[in-house]
C-alpha cells in the first residue's frame, strides 16, 4: 500500500516552453501532498506544500508563478514548470500523505532537462 | 544553527556489519520522526516512522528517539550490498505544519 506514481519518469523540453509532471497517490487520499526538488548529491527541497481544494503554500525563494501547482483532487497533484530554462532541469519529487497521517510517502521522481 | 544534522559520510561497511546513522535536531516541538532510503535517481522510501521517544524495530531495522538528548538513530543488522544508498532523516511537529529533512548519509556496504 501507499503508492505515489509520478509522471512522466524523464521529460527533455526546450528552453521557453512548459512542463506538467503529474502527481498521483494509487491506494490512499491525500488532503496533504509536497513538492521537491533535488540536485545531484544533494538533499530534498522542499518547493511547496500543496493543499486539495485551496492554494498550494510556496517556500522562500520559489517563484509561485513559475512552478504552478494545482492539487484538484485527492489523489491528483499536478506541478506545471512554465517557461522554463536550462538551470530548472533538476529531479522533481513529489510526497503525498495519507489522510490523518504524517507519514510521506514518495513519487519515484521526474528528471527534468531544458536544453 | 541548523533544524537537523546529519552526517552526510560517506559511509562503507563490510557486508554483515552493524550500522549506526543519527540525526541530531534543535527544535523540541518534533514529536514524529522518520527515517527515508533513497536509491541513486530514485524517490525516497519511507522505511521507519515514530511518534516521540522510543525505539521501533523493523527486521533488520531498529529505529530509536531520545528527546532528552534530541538524538535518532537508524540501526542497521547484518547489512547487505542492497542497503547501500543514502539515508534521510526527517521529523515534524506535532501539529504538522514544522517539518525538516536531514541531507543524508551516503552508506555503501561492501560485499
Known amino acids: 500500500g501507499a503508492v505515489v506514481s509520478q509522471h512522466p519518469s524523464w521529460v527533455i523540453c526546450k528552453s521557453g516552453t512548459s512542463v506538467k509532471i503529474e502527481c498521483r497517490s494509487l491506494d490512499f487520499q491525500a488532503t496533504t501532498m509536497f513538492w521537491y526538488r533535488q540536485f545531484p548529491k544533494q538533499s530534498l527541497m522542499l518547493m511547496a506544500t500543496?493543499?486539495?481544494?485551496?492554494?498550494?503554500?510556496?517556500e522562500q525563494g520559489v517563484e509561485k508563478d513559475k512552478f504552478l501547482i494545482n492539487h484538484a483532487s485527492l489523489t491528483l497533484s499536478t506541478l506545471t514548470v512554465t517557461s522554463a530554462h536550462p538551470e530548472d532541469s533538476s529531479f522533481y519529487i513529489c510526497s503525498a500523505e495519507p489522510l490523518g497521517t504524517y507519514e510521506q510517502y514518495f513519487g519515484p521522481g521526474t528528471r527534468l532537462t531544458v536544453t | 544553527q541548523k533544524e537537523v544534522e546529519q552526517d552526510p559520510g560517506p559511509l562503507s561497511v563490510p557486508e554483515g556489519a552493524i550500522v549506526s546513522l543519527n540525526c541530531t535536531y534543535s527544535?523540541?516541538?518534533?514529536?514524529?520522526f522518520m527515517w527515508y532510503r533513497q536509491y541513486s535517481r530514485k524517490g525516497p522510501e519511507l522505511l521507519m516512522y515514530t511518534y516521540s521517544s522510543g525505539n521501533k524495530e523493523d527486521g533488520r531495522f531498529t529505529a530509536q528517539v531520545d528527546k532528552s538528548s534530541k538524538y535518532i538513530s537508524l540501526f542497521i543488522r547484518d547489512s547487505q550490498p542492497s542497503d547501500s544508498a543514502t539515508y534521510l532523516c526527517a521529523m515534524r511537529s506535532n501539529t504538522g505544519n514544522q517539518f525538516y529533512f536531514g541531507t543524508g548519509t551516503s552508506l555503501t556496504v561492501i560485499p
Open positions: 500543496s493543499n486539495e481544494g485551496s492554494k498550494a503554500t510556496y
Open positions: 527544535n523540541s516541538a518534533f514529536q514524529y
